[in-house]
């Protein structure tokens, strides 16, 4: 990893020092951060990989390869000659809503699902149609959709019944991985909750959604709140994490709001990662819930209310690749919107908020044989953007003291002219935060919250401010319009 704006030396880097890991859709990334939050310069690394799918809605990976992953850049950060046992703790973030069904051993006897695994789909319909969904998501903060617990495992009963009546346990990618490397599965509160199965007041298991699908409370890991690391002995291996404490594992959504500045009810957080997501943090649970929004228990005492977008990064590399576009893609990003632009609904894994239609895939309208590459590149990027928008109009009410949309991750980085597109679309100001790896970092600063209290935080970076423009405004309006129509008629479940 190259030097940033804010990273520091490792003479320089100021103790106690936290290793924070994270597993993404795309990597496993992991580095050294000093008691401020910044990166300790060299002391980076990043493993590439990809989830394994299918058009059966299948969406995989290997946990046993992301736990060799981790190896590596633990391997390769702990090994700078300098760096002696001055880490304190290591902490990690993984993509939320992954399952693993594990033996008495701790071993793997399923891949991992990921959030965008859809085969469930038929015991999402069935537990729609046996559960109050209305009930179940005022007590437990979520919806009835395959990207949660309970239709996962009514499913997996049905298609692997044998496999399903031997296994032990039902973990999180991260427990499985901190069970391997240091014989503790840790399940941060905000990782439960992820499963869809924990009630967003009392910090305890759904027993309606435990029956449901079939499960006893003991097979899944009781929630653990970051302020409760533990004194695991790491193996000889890293002999620089000796003396370090190993903290539950936390949802890359919640460090993402984190790392991203928007930890106030002021503040919205926009990931635009390979999937991206609108949340805000607050105090205590959301009352009354939206229907459309999902609100996660974090901690003791916070909760994180929003929705998940499935494909925000994955449509602009699939429109990249798929249409052959050119490099600089500015030009198209910033040119005034056209009503020759397509309409694009692109859920090409399927919707998570606010409409939870999971099989639903993308359609593209108002093709013509004039139509070229960048036009419908910018029709996807709309497309993106309003799929946020449909997330805002269900916050609002819920959260409206909300005046700052923070967006930060991979899309926003690559490609910040979208973000004007997106201020537009949704009618409010939008800052870019520039960091990268902004969700490690969040995952660095929830246990310097814990091991260096009293030290001042480096502020984060952030770049422009776009402000949306009064002149597009009622060509957006139109288009969300057009959009609602499209997605009524083909899409609603």
Sequence with gaps: ????????????????????????????????????????????????????????????????????????????????????????????????????????AGRALTPCLTYADSRCADAVAALREELDEHAVQQRTGTRVHASYHAPRLRWLAAAEPRTFATVTGWWSLGEYVLNRLVGVPLAGTSTVAW???????????????????????????APRDTTQPVAAAAPARWPALTRAVWFPVVTDGYASNVGAGATAPTAAAASTATSGALRVLLDGPADPLPFGLWNYRVDAGRTLLGGAINDVGRAVSWAQVTLRLGADLGPVLTAAPTDATPLVLPYLTGERAPGWVGEARAVIGGVSTATDADALFRGIVEGVAMTYARVADELAPAAPQVVEVAASGRVSNDQPEWLQVLADVLARPVTHVTRRRATQRGTALLALDVLAPDVPRAPRLTGATYDPRPAHADHYADRRARFAHVYDALLRG
């Design 1 to 104: 990893m190259g030097r940033t704006a804010d990273d520091v030396t490792l003479e320089a880097a100021l103790d106690p020092l936290v290793l924070a890991l994270d597993v993404g859709s795309t990597a496993t990334r992991g580095g050294v951060h000093d008691a401020t939050g910044r990166p300790v310069r060299g002391l980076q690394h990043k493993v590439p990989h990809a989830f394994t799918v299918a058009p059966d809605g299948t969406s995989v990976i290997d946990p046993d390869q992301v736990t060799a992953e981790i190896e590596q850049v633990l391997d390769a950060v702990t090994a700078h000659r300098s760096l002696g046992t001055r880490v304190a703790g290591v902490a990690m973030d993984t993509f939320a809503a992954s399952l693993v069904a594990v033996d008495a």
């Design 195 to 221: 499963t869809g199965l924990l009630d967003r007041r009392t910090g305890e298991l759904d027993a309606e959604l435990l029956a449901a699908a079939g499960v006893g409370a003991d097979q899944l890991s």
